[in-house]
């Protein structure tokens, strides 16, 4: 049950509280709240904002599951251009003042408004995905191993180019992004070391829209697809679409990220050109945090999903890949020496 001291919130303060929100980001309620006006999980999101079947959609999906099971108030904030990291902290400390709990940072990007909400809020549970530097007590760092995943898009990449060139589109070019990178490198050279990979930052800076931008990470996936790549991976957020969108015009396999890309209504009409997605289950991160806080025993600390856990995985919603007997078994033995420890997947 959830505690009485997150129950109570003054109607003034909170038709207030909205105000400071919608400066600094739209805000979206949903759920009824109970007689008490209890509140729940909400969360803030990354660039790109909500839409962009990809990473946001999946912390998204956590949030729906959470007021669904646990019947509260829920809110969920779009990023703003050119926004700061006062801007940030501002709009997770106007949702903990609201009484919601948890908060979450949907995004690395969130790491200092993220540390600053929670030491005026100790009482309240944050949480930010796809960092790992904050020590706090009040905080859980939600984090992947993004780059076994990524080895195993590899290794799919790999078995399935017949060109044997390959290639990788990332947003930005950031520590976060370079696991992707290393991952899948890494799977293609350990399936067949005659496969030529081809790597492309789209941008140095999030700022620049390497996560935001499709008309960008169509021009990058195109380029690589002159130079023979008939197989393109994209960790870029909703710059993303723009690969797939590339690929599937020119014939080519396109590997998907974050959630199942084949199952995404927006990218219907490429689906058959994607043949898997590298998934991380931010979902489930952001469902199982509103959980502990439910259950009165808050995740804080580093919260790690990898193959393992099961918080990462390929998608096997395109028949030809899953019904690719060769390619499947050949995934399945990766997938178990990662697990054993036999293959160590390098993160840079």
């Known amino acids: 049950m959830r505690r009485i001291s997150r129950i109570t919130v003054a109607g003034a303060a909170t038709a207030s509280l ?37 990473f946001n959609d999946a912390a998204f999906a956590g949030l729906e599951q959470a007021k669904k099971e646990f019947g509260y108030q829920t809110a969920d904030v779009e990023p703003t251009e050119g926004e700061t990291n006062a801007d940030k902290e501002q709009r997770l400390a106007s949702l903990a003042k609201q009484g919601y709990n948890p908060v979450i940072g949907v995004g690395y990007a969130y790491a200092a408004a993220v540390k600053g909400a929670a030491a005026k809020f100790p009482d309240t549970t944050f949480g930010i995905v796809d960092d790992a530097t904050i020590n706090t007590k009040n905080v859980a760092d939600l984090v992947f191993s993004e780059e076994q995943a990524s080895y195993l898009a590899g290794v799919a990449a790999a078995k399935s180019s017949k060109s044997k ?76 679409q723009g690969v797939i969108e590339a690929a599937a015009t020119n014939k080519v396999w396109a590997i998907g990220v974050d959630s199942d890309q084949y199952q995404q209504e927006a990218l219907a009409k490429y689906k058959d050109s994607i ?74």
Do not use: W
């Open 165 to 240: 060139v390959v290639g990788f589109v990332g947003g930005v070019d950031i520590p976060l992004i370079h696991k992707f990178q290393a991952g899948f490198a890494q799977g293609v050279k350990d399936t067949d070391p005659k496969v030529k990979v081809l790597s492309q930052y789209l941008t140095q800076t999030a700022e620049e829209g390497g996560f935001s931008s499709p008309d960008k990470g169509k021009t990058a996936a195109e380029g690589q697809i002159e130079k023979k790549a008939d197989v393109v991976y994209a960790a870029a957020g909703l710059s993303g």
């Open 18 to 54: 909205a105000l400071a929100l919608s400066a600094c980001g739209s805000t979206s309620t949903s759920g009824s709240s109970d007689s008490k006006g209890d509140k729940g999980l909400a969360i803030a999101y990354d660039v790109g904002g909500k839409g962009d079947q990809s």
């Open 275 to 348: 043949l898997t997605s590298a998934m991380k289950d931010v979902a489930k991160a952001v469902y199982n945090l509103a959980k502990s806080v439910e259950d009165g025993k808050p995740e804080t600390g580093i919260v790690r999903g990898d193959l393992k856990t099961g918080e990462v995985s390929l998608s096997n919603s395109n028949p030809k890949f899953a019904d690719d007997a060769e390619l499947q078994e050949a995934i399945k033995t990766a997938k178990e020496k990662i697990i054993s420890g036999e293959i160590k997947v390098k993160s840079s």
